[in-house]
């Protein structure tokens, strides 16, 4: 080529170049760089598209296992319902006051009930909604969904094109920067070989040849190198085009996604709002009319009057003597009408302070704890057992034993009998006890029953042969 030639491939080779660095990021961006337009970067949008499907799997996953603690919650509320209820019922609180009580428990198992249907929610309505969401827009297709292959075949589609212009253009740049290394290298030898007297004219002229022809070889694959610049530049246009259609898409298909997963999380906070729940309201309401209908002075007037110094009294007075006729035509004695009348009291009893109806049968001197005996007495509503007197001497209960050791045997219970202190057992009539140790002299023994060891009254049971 001569030296016009070189000089207009220069410029134009120039001339490209800024053309390329101002019209085109493609250009501007080497091989490597994080652009989406790179070779093979579209495969994170691509990936994205299964970041979905794996996004609605988790989800799920959270929703059930949020719904799994709400269960639980529920759960633990109605156990702690049910235990309280129960020592509530045993207990010495009474009047409004325990109705305060019961409130509390009222209030759990409300709460526990709102707790289930929350949980019933999140499985139904979002964890069923983002399964039969997915199912709708992922469909398998081998190893991964249709969805995703679709938009990774047409990224490939518009990018390949492309892709074979910038290879060409690799290509030819890396030959362009070697010739012109050679050319530099060459033009260097023969410049040094003129400087040097012991080189002949003839090795001379064999060096500037050899420069000249790398220069050529240079210039025509610059020339070639900028061939392939104005081919993929003019290719830029199509290449973006494509590759915006086919990202458009991608970007529509997550929009639906983020959509419908804001809808759902808002669902997913509508069920757990309590703060939002008239139903939760109304628990408290209610709770709160419960403790503000609790009236000391009604209780103590109640108590009064039911256990107290205003209960009524039939006081001893003079009784005439009835004859044997007489007697016999009222069924009995004397002392018999005496008894009648002086247990004639439990009309004063408050048979529905409990919750229960009726009034309490009047029991003779048996104690508050005691129940019938055990075994085939016939009762009737006006005969009560009494069952033998409780040990109350306690003055050794803190050196660990009772009285000696003996085989352990069982024994079954005669009487009920609820445990006073920390260390006695408590049971029904019928149960059956292990006893470890024999009776000590307050009249107390040590036994084992449903697992826990502890004192009972030696004559509250019976041996089993």
């Not at 199509?238 to 983020?258: A, G, I, N, P, S």
Request: with cysteine; hydrophobic share 30%; aromatic share 10%.
């Amino acid at each position: 080529q001569t030296k016009p030639e070189r000089k207009k491939v220069d410029l134009l080779f120039v001339s490209m170049s800024q053309k390329a660095a101002s019209d085109s990021d493609l250009s501007q961006l080497g091989g490597g760089s994080d652009s989406f337009w790179e070779v093979g970067n579209y495969k994170r949008v691509v990936k994205r598209i299964d970041d979905g499907a794996k996004l609605c799997d988790e989800i799920i996953q959270m929703a059930s296992e949020r719904a799994d603690i709400e269960a639980k919650y529920a759960a633990k509320l109605m156990r702690w319902k049910k235990k309280w209820e129960e020592t509530i019922e045993k207990g010495p609180e009474y009047g409004s006051m325990e109705s305060a009580w019961k409130g509390a428990t009222n209030e759990a198992e409300r709460l526990a009930e709102i707790h289930s249907q929350m949980k019933e929610e999140l499985l139904s309505q979002v964890a069923a909604s983002f399964q039969h969401w997915k199912s709708e827009q992922y469909h398998k297709h081998f190893f991964n969904f249709k969805e995703t292959k679709a938009a990774e075949d047409g990224f490939e589609k518009a990018q390949r094109p492309w892709a074979k212009r910038l290879a060409k253009v690799d290509k030819y740049r890396k030959l362009y920067h070697q010739h012109a290394k050679q050319a530099e290298q060459a033009l260097k030898q023969a410049n040094e070989a003129e400087r040097d007297a012991a080189v002949s004219p003839e090795q001379c002229k064999k060096l500037k040849d050899r420069a000249e022809k790398a220069r050529n070889v240079q210039c025509n694959t610059k020339a070639r190198y900028c061939e392939k610049l104005r081919d993929i530049d003019s290719y830029n246009p199509t290449y973006v085009h494509d590759m915006e259609m086919e990202f458009t898409k991608c970007q529509q298909f997550e929009r639906v996604r983020l959509d419908f997963f804001k809808t759902t999380i808002l669902m997913y906070k509508r069920i757990l709002d309590l703060s939002a729940s008239s139903q939760f309201g109304n628990v408290y309401q209610d709770f709160q009319g419960v403790i503000d209908r609790t009236s000391s002075v009604e209780d103590l007037e109640w108590y009064s009057a039911s256990k107290g110094a205003k209960m009524p009294m039939n006081w001893p007075k003079f009784e005439e003597f009835m004859g044997s006729g007489e007697e016999a035509q009222q069924g009995g004695g004397g002392d018999s009408q005496l008894a009648v009348a002086r247990t004639d009291t439990s009309k004063y009893s408050p048979g529905t302070m409990r919750g229960g109806g009726g009034a309490e049968k009047p029991k003779i001197s048996a104690p508050v704890n005691a129940g019938p005996p055990y075994g085939g007495q016939d009762e009737s509503d006006d005969e009560f057992v009494e069952p033998p007197p409780v040990p109350v001497d306690f003055s050794d209960r803190s050196a660990g034993g009772v009285g000696g050791v003996a085989e352990e045997c069982p024994v079954r219970a005669l009487y009920d009998y609820d445990g006073q202190e920390n260390d006695e057992l408590s049971f029904n009539a019928g149960d059956v006890l292990t006893k470890l140790e024999d009776e000590d002299e307050q009249g107390w023994c040590k036994g084992r029953f449903n697992g826990k060891v502890g004192l009972y009254p030696a004559n509250y049971v019976e041996p089993i042969y």
